[in-house]
């Protein structure tokens, strides 16, 4: 019988111990001396640096999460599970950054209630910890909103995905942004016409077509205003009319296909409708709509995009058409 090969990490099969002990001491307290001892990566000599000597745009963190409060339009404060994206400049002479400076100034913000304002301070306070000179930073939630049904008087919570975004550059400008997805119905104005050709020469019963459609809002918020969550949903509720239902009855199905037959709508009406909305609201400086009708007649979707049209604001880049699945 052959000898076993020796192990680094584990017990041969013949018993002899691994070259490599392993354990980890539970008592070992790090001290002042010590943690000073520690190799630092941020010390490392140019020449650490791999691949091409260039900076970076952006570094840093996607998808820590943190409960961050929130202030209502009615003055209720909730708090919410939040996926945070931080980032930051680097440098071509930095080999990297220092990605836990980032957390810990979020835990040193995180029992304050979240605004515009606070997020320009987070800005401010990591880029100094980091000595970094452009930052930004975006944070993701579900917000929920008491809806009311349309007949029966029943109520249930609609969830609404938000994100809210600042960019801070090395010259001190800071800009904010709020992110918002409104879900609703949309029914095709062509279908509902042939459908009614076909019943009154032929006596034939038809369903016109509809979809569920999202239309994501981003508004920039003006220097010194401020516009709320209940603000931006109701904009999109005016000019969409037909926003998803969360209880209902028989009363309530009644009515939203009685809404939806007096609120039909191609993907451009859809456009131009929250376009006429946010361009009155003058808290908005800029905006950029996206929408997407999950088509029910073709295996494809309808889409479109629409800006404002603020010279060096927003552009109908927009091609990220999969994120409005819903």
Known sequence: MSKSKPMYLHRSADGAEPRMKRGYDKKFRSTAAYRASLPDMMEAAHDAIQGANVPIQQVGIHNFKLPLKYRTKSRE???????????????????????????????????????????GKVLKNYLRNIASKDARLKISFS?????ESLRSGLSGYQFYNVAFEGVMTHTGAYRRFIHFDFIYSSACPC?????????DLRGAYTVPH????????????????????EDIHAHC???????????????????????????????EDAARLLYKEFDADERIVDFRIACSHLESLHSH??????????????????????????
């Open 143 to 147: 917000y929920p909103m008491l809806r």
């Open 210 to 229: 509809s979809q569920r459609s999202k239309a994501r809002v981003t508004v920039e918020e003006a220097p010194g205003k401020k516009i709320w969550i």
């Open 191 to 199: 279908s509902a016409e042939l459908s009614e050709h076909a019943r």
């Open 77 to 119: 404060t909730l708090t919410l599970e939040t996926s945070v994206t931080g980032t930051v400049s680097l440098e071509a002479e930095l080999k990297g950054i220092n990605m836990s400076r980032i957390m810990r100034t979020f835990y040193d913000h995180k029992d304050e209630v979240t605004t515009g304002e606070w997020m």
């Open 301 to 326: 979707d309808a889409v479109s995009v629409i800006c404002k049209g603020v010279k060096g604001g927003f552009k109908a880049d927009f091609m990220e058409f999969g994120s409005l699945i819903c």
């Open 237 to 267: 509720l005016r000019a969409l009319q037909t926003e998803t239902q969360v209880m209902v009855k028989r009363e309530d199905e009644q009515a939203f296909a009685e809404l939806n037959g007096a609120s039909l709508k191609f993907v």
